[in-house]
């Protein structure tokens, strides 16, 4: 039987780890998996920090109305 605890740990400068286990968690070997997580930012996504663009129509005699990209033929 396989038995999952997700828990929280603190790596130490020495790239160790101790973790507290439940006492009925059985002894023995087990499979561990560390997951690094990122760490929050206090940086505020703002919009106004994008560049601004000057967009134009590449040609501006074109409509691009249905008739101009598809023709008369009922498609």
Do not use: Q
């Not at 070997?29 to 919009?47: D, I, L, R, Y």
């Amino acid at each position: 039987m396989m038995r999952t605890i997700e828990t929280t740990g603190v790596v130490t400068p020495e790239h160790t780890i101790t973790l507290k286990l439940p006492d009925d968690f059985p002894e023995g070997e087990c499979h561990v998996v560390v997951a690094s997580v990122a760490k929050p930012t206090n940086k505020v996504f703002s919009w106004a920090n994008w560049p601004a663009h000057d967009l134009v129509m590449l040609n501006p005699n074109e409509t691009f109305r249905r008739e101009d990209i598809y023709g008369d033929d009922d498609r």
